[in-house]
């Protein structure tokens, strides 16, 4: 089978209509895109006739035609039956006036073809008797029988199909040394003209929607032309043989129904069906004629949209129309003339066995999209076939590829999401900390400038208002002042000196540390400290709590701050509750909660910005959650809030049990 369909990449989907509706799986999908196999394809027109997309692409022989044009000597085109339904509204005259009006010198019709052919079955089913006779008008059947049926070959008819029958009568009898164009319905016709066992009759083949463009090429009007007859032999009854049925009334055969001897199957799936029948099991059906298309008036290249009961209907309405101006005995007479064309032929076995593959190949191809258990196997055929076996047998012979399976590709789409999500969150994490790490350096670096120069000055003014406060008398007027003096000034030293830490933070002195030791001393200073009187401190902690690498230093301010925040946060009194956790091999987890006033929501997202603070004038410097932050980050942890209003607030920190010695480094450099 010559190349006569191909795909055209840049159109096709991969919706895979075209594998699950080809009757010989002549389809290979190839990086997603679905290929026709040529040595397969049988030119069926299946895949043109589904392929939403126009992606499907007949072999295109205007050119060729056109060629035999220019050139010398007469060219004839040949019309099919069935093209009066094809270019309905207009006249059959009017496209017979047309197709002359392109430069052909004669117009003939295929149905004198079937007339000679339709002699020929009633002979050889006069000489056949009881032996089954598959009838062989359509090449697609031929095709499909030669390559996937061909222990049916002895019982094809060795009789050519109707326009090899005309190309002959022609050359042979009435102008040898005309050239043919066919012009009709079929796609298989153009590898047809081509078969070694039937070639050199007929030297170009045309479908309808060629014809169509080259009569809008030329600018010809169909409907504007007058009506002329057809050239040469004419056809009689003949020219019904495009209708389902159409060569047993052509041929005068007829069988009774009860007797199953006669039977007229139409359409892919009923060829399909009865072929296979044929090779398993005996039948009594005598004469078998069978087509791919719903006959030859649903031909894949019609190019109407009328229904296919439309198109019997015009057909048959012209066959009656012509019927009555030919008698039988003219029908006869030329019929006579023709009398010893050849109209044999003969048929090539072309099957070629594709490889079986074994269970466990089978299996391990499931395997490759999740498919491991039967209930895997939901054979939704979206892939294009019935079964997922069927599909991996696919994939085994190279037809089909294991990513087609559309159940697979939404769960690896659905898992790639989860995944983009989580990698999506994760950015978002690492961006909101870069950008805090990056606000901390910047404060860090003014934080130090700002108390190298204030601390100097600030330590001098202590110093003499301490001295004045001590020459004065209590009961003198100024000793109010140089106390509150004092008091700011002591003040300000305090806020230098947080200041002094917060540039100091990412200077981690790691060593182990028993995090269980460092918060039970932190909560014995807090039961001492006024500020925590009235609140209750509730201790959970892990008794098998390892030791971690850490700063503890850095880790006694952090925790003192959270433990201050949290007394600060109930001034009525409380409960706050200090807990750990070895959460895994790698960290454990410090939680602080308190049952406080809890955090507004709008404040969450500015917790940990240096200087905020909703505390009044005064009262802090909004410097503590910023260093309790730089303070996990340094050392790789992480730490987070919960928060209700009026319930309380939890803060929990998340610590790597082991500080790496570049980490280390890293925090030492404050790169991330």
């Given at each position: ?399 089909a590829e294991a990513e087609m399976c559309l159940p697979y590709l939404i769960d690896q789409l ?145 925790f003192l701050n959270l433990l201050h925040n949290a007394a600060e946060a109930m001034p009525q ?77 939890t803060f929990l920190i998340t610590l790597p049990r082991e500080l790496s010695a570049v980490a ?9």
């Amino acid at each position: 089978m010559a190349g006569v369909v191909r795909t055209m990449e840049h159109k096709c989907k991969r919706c895979y209509n075209c594998v699950r509706n080809c009757p010989v799986n002549a389809i290979k999908v190839e990086g997603g895109q679905a290929k026709v196999i040529e040595d397969r394809c049988i030119g069926c027109g299946s895949c043109v006739k589904v392929c939403a997309q126009g992606a499907k692409e007949i072999l295109c022989s205007i050119g060729s035609a056109e060629n035999l044009l220019k050139g010398k000597g007469p060219v004839f085109a040949a019309l099919a039956p069935s093209f009066p339904a094809a270019f309905y509204p207009a006249r059959p005259g009017q496209v017979i006036s047309a197709v002359r009006a392109l430069g052909f010198d004669e117009v003939l019709e295929v149905a004198f073809g079937a007339e000679l052919v339709g002699r020929a079955y009633r002979e050889l089913a006069r000489q056949k008797g009881n032996e089954l006779i598959i009838t062989t008008p359509c090449p697609a059947l031929v095709t499909y029988v030669e390559k996937y049926a061909p222990s049916l070959i002895p019982n094809l008819a060795p009789i050519v199909s109707p326009i090899i029958a005309l190309g002959r009568a022609v050359k042979e009898k009435y102008h040898p040394g005309a050239k043919i164009v066919f012009i009709g319905p079929c796609i298989a016709k153009k590898a047809e003209i081509v078969d070694e066992n039937v070639d050199g009759v007929v030297e170009v083949a045309l479908t309808y929607d060629e014809l169509r463009e080259m009569l809008s090429d030329a600018e010809i009007d169909l409907l504007s032309l007058p009506e002329t007859d057809f050239d040469g032999p004419c056809a009689h009854v003949a020219r019904i043989f495009p209708v389902s049925g159409g060569l047993l009334r052509t041929a005068q055969l007829s069988g009774d129904i009860l007797e199953n001897e006669i039977l007229v199957t139409e359409g892919k799936d009923n060829v399909l069906q009865i072929i296979d029948s044929l090779r398993r099991e005996p039948m009594q059906v005598r004469f078998l004629d069978i087509l791919f298309c719903e006959g030859c008036i649903n031909g894949p290249v019609m190019g109407t949209d009328l229904s296919v009961f439309a198109r019997k209907e015009i057909v048959t309405d012209y066959v009656n129309e012509e019927r009555a101006e030919h008698s039988w005995e003219e029908r006869e007479r030329v019929l006579a003339h023709y009398h010893d064309v050849d109209l044999s032929r003969r048929f090539t076995d072309r099957s070629s066995a594709l490889p079986v593959p074994s269970e466990e190949e089978i299996r391990a191809i499931l395997a490759q999209i999740d498919k491991t258990k039967p209930e895997d196997e939901l054979n939704c055929g979206a892939c294009g076939y019935a079964t997922c076996r069927e599909k991996a047998v696919a994939v085994f012979q190279g037809l089909a590829e294991a990513e087609m399976c559309l159940p697979y590709l939404i769960d690896q789409l659905e898992e790639n999401l989860a995944t983009l999500e989580q990698y999506q969150r994760e950015l978002h994490a690492t961006q909101d900390q870069l950008i805090q790490s990056e606000k901390l350096a910047s404060m860090g670096q003014l934080a130090a400038g700002v108390a190298h120069e204030i601390n100097n000055p600030l330590g001098t003014v202590l110093l003499y208002a301490d001295v004045l406060l001590k020459e004065t008398a209590p009961e003198d007027a100024m000793a109010g002042d140089l106390s509150m003096i004092v008091q700011q000034a002591r003040r300000c030293k305090a806020i230098v000196t947080n200041l002094l830490n917060f540039a100091r933070q990412n200077e981690i002195i790691a060593q182990p540390t028993q995090l269980n030791e460092l918060l039970n001393d932190l909560v014995g200073e807090c039961e001492r400290d006024p500020l925590f009187r009235g609140i209750e401190i509730v201790k959970q902690f892990d008794p098998h709590l390892p030791l971690i690498q850490a700063d503890p230093g850095q880790l006694g301010q952090l925790f003192l701050n959270l433990l201050h925040n949290a007394a600060e946060a109930m001034p009525q009194g409380g409960t706050l509750t200090l807990g750990t956790a070895a959460c895994d091999k790698e960290s454990v987890l410090i939680s602080v909660a308190d049952t406080g006033c809890g955090i507004p929501k709008e404040n969450m997202r500015r917790l940990f910005t240096p200087f905020f603070t909703t505390k009044p004038i005064g009262q802090g410097t909004g410097l503590g959650l910023a260093i309790s932050y730089g303070v996990v980050k340094m050392h790789r942890g992480n730490i987070a809030v919960q928060s209700e209003a009026n319930r309380g607030t939890t803060f929990l920190i998340t610590l790597p049990r082991e500080l790496s010695a570049v980490a280390a480094v890293q925090a030492g450099t404050g790169e991330p």
